[in-house]
């Protein structure tokens, strides 16, 4: 096999990115389903969009994302690495991010959008052209994220 190929399939196997992209698509699956039984989902185009794209929601994929790639490195590396203590900070971050910087913008936008429509049907404005309502987090989304991922980082660690 040639070396470019071997370090592809290297990296496509490895414990960690496995541990990110499984966290992921779980994340992403878990939020569907519940989606589901609520009886949000209308269409198929919506069931795709709640697979692979759409933000918000229980449990939290960021979260699940860097938890699950954090535990990892921390096993592989271990916590006096560096590499480990960069990707616990990231972590933070993230997961502070969610709760308040992207839950804050989600709320000011749909207010914002609701004025504007107000302010279109009384004349106001013309032709009011809304602003995308970002989905952040609540502290359990954020919770229930970083504990599967911390599950799925766990369990991936083990393959190698």
């Known amino acids: 096999m040639p070396i470019a190929l071997q ?3 290297n990296f496509l196997t490895n414990p ?9 698509l779980s994340a992403q699956f878990l939020k569907t ?14 069931l795709l969009e709640s697979m ?3 933000t918000g ?14 535990t ?6 271990g916590p006096d690495s560096s590499v480990f203590i ?13 709760v308040g910087v992207r839950r804050s913008s989600g709320v000011q936008s749909k207010k914002i959008n609701e004025i504007g429509t107000e302010l279109e049907s009384n004349g106001y404005l013309k032709e009011y052209k809304t602003i995308k309502e970002v989905n952040g987090h609540t502290p359990i989304q954020v919770i229930m994220g970083a504990i599967l991922g911390l ?7 083990l393959l190698k």
Do not use: N, Q
């Open 7 to 9: 370090k592809f399939v």
């Open 16 to 24: 960690i990115f496995l541990a990110g992209i499984f966290s992921w």
């Open 33 to 46: 389903v519940i989606e589901l039984f609520y009886g949000r989902i209308k269409s198929f185009k919506v």
């Open 52 to 54: 692979f794209w759409r």
């Open 57 to 70: 929601g229980m449990p939290s994929s960021h979260s699940a994302i860097v938890t699950a790639v954090c």
């Open 72 to 77: 990892s490195i921390g096993i592989k590396e």
């Open 86 to 98: 960069l990707s616990l900070l990231l972590t933070f971050i993230t997961m502070r991010d969610a």
């Open 151 to 157: 599950v799925i980082g766990l369990s991936m660690s």
